[in-house]
C-alpha cells in the first residue's frame, strides 16, 4: 500500500499534482459517505480527508458545519470513522488522512486513537486545533508510523514556518488565506508567495487549501503548489443532492473534473 510519501513521488513522475479531496465522515449517513469516498478515490482523488463530524467545528464553514450536524444526527462517532475507513481501505489503497479536532482525541485517548486509527488503515492525521508543539500529547511518531500533516496561513512567521517544516511529515497543509473553510477570496498570487516562503525550508509537498471551488481556482493553484485540498465544494454538492441515491456518481464526476486540472 503506497505511502503518502508514495503518492506523491509516484504524481511527480507523472506530471501531476495531488487532489486530495476532503469528505465528512457519515454525510449524509455512514453506508453513502463510504461510498463517496471510493467514488471519489476511483474517479481521480489522490488523498482522502477523512473528516470526524465534531460538534464545534470552529475552522470550518457553514457548509462544513451542516455536514458535520448531519453525520453526528446519522449516528456516526469515532468508532464509526474508524469503521468506515477499514471499508475505504478494503475498496482502495490511496492515503487515507484523518482531519480532527482535539477533543475527539482527548476523549478517545490519544494512544488509542492513534493505533486504532493506524489498525483500520489511516495514512495520516491532521488535528486542525492543536499546535505542533503540542503534538506530543497525541503520539510518538516514531513509534507510530502515523504521519502528521501541520497546518500554515498566511498569518504564519518565516520562524515558525521553519519550525513547522522540521516537524512535519506527510505533507504541509497551506491555508490560502485567514478565515473559515469554503469563504471566498482565493488570491492565487498571495498564496504562491505564501508556498514560496515554505519551500525556502523544506523539500516535503506543500497543498493548498479553503476557499478552492472552481476548476479554474483547482487549475491556477495547482500551477506552482504540489497539490490542491477541495472540501466545501464536496460537501455543498453532497448538501445540494441530498435524498438522491447516485450522490457517490455525482460527486465521483465532479472530482473526476477536478482531477484534470492538475496535470502538467
Not at 494512544?111 to 505542533?132: M, Q, S, Y
Amino acid at each position: 500500500m503506497p505511502t503518502i510519501k508514495d503518492k506523491f513521488k509516484e504524481l511527480s513522475k507523472k506530471n501531476q499534482k495531488a487532489l486530495v479531496g476532503f469528505i465528512t465522515a457519515g454525510d449524509p449517513d455512514p453506508e453513502t459517505s463510504v461510498e463517496i469516498a471510493v467514488a471519489m478515490a476511483d474517479s481521480g482523488v489522490d488523498i482522502i480527508e477523512l473528516g470526524i463530524p465534531f460538534s464545534d467545528p470552529t475552522a470550518d464553514g457553514p457548509v462544513i458545519q451542516r455536514a458535520a450536524l448531519r453525520a453526528i444526527k446519522s449516528g456516526t462517532n469515532i468508532e464509526k470513522v474508524f469503521s468506515m475507513t477499514e471499508k475505504i481501505r478494503q475498496r482502495t489503497d490511496i492515503p487515507i488522512v484523518l482531519f480532527t479536532y482535539y477533543n475527539p482525541v482527548f476523549r478517545y485517548g490519544e494512544e488509542n486513537f492513534c493505533k486504532r486509527a493506524v489498525d483500520a488503515g489511516a495514512d495520516g492525521i491532521l488535528t486542525v486545533d492543536l499546535p505542533f508543539e503540542e503534538e506530543s500529547l497525541i503520539t510518538d511518531y516514531d513509534k507510530v508510523n502515523f504521519p502528521r500533516i501541520n497546518l500554515a496561513a498566511p498569518t504564519t512567521s518565516d520562524e515558525r514556518i521553519e519550525k513547522i517544516s522540521l516537524n512535519s511529515s506527510g505533507f504541509i497543509y497551506l491555508v490560502s488565506k485567514t478565515g473559515v473553510t469554503g469563504s471566498a477570496g482565493l488570491n492565487p498570487e498571495l498564496t504562491k508567495k505564501d508556498y514560496l516562503r515554505i519551500k525556502k525550508y523544506t523539500d516535503i509537498p506543500v497543498c493548498v487549501g479553503f476557499g478552492i471551488k472552481t476548476e479554474k481556482d483547482v487549475k491556477n493553484i495547482a500551477e506552482f503548489a504540489d497539490g490542491v485540498v477541495i472540501g466545501s465544494a464536496f460537501e455543498a454538492l453532497i448538501e445540494e443532492n441530498l435524498g438522491k441515491k447516485d450522490i457517490p456518481a455525482i460527486i465521483g464526476k465532479k472530482a473526476g473534473d477536478y482531477k484534470k486540472n492538475t496535470y502538467f
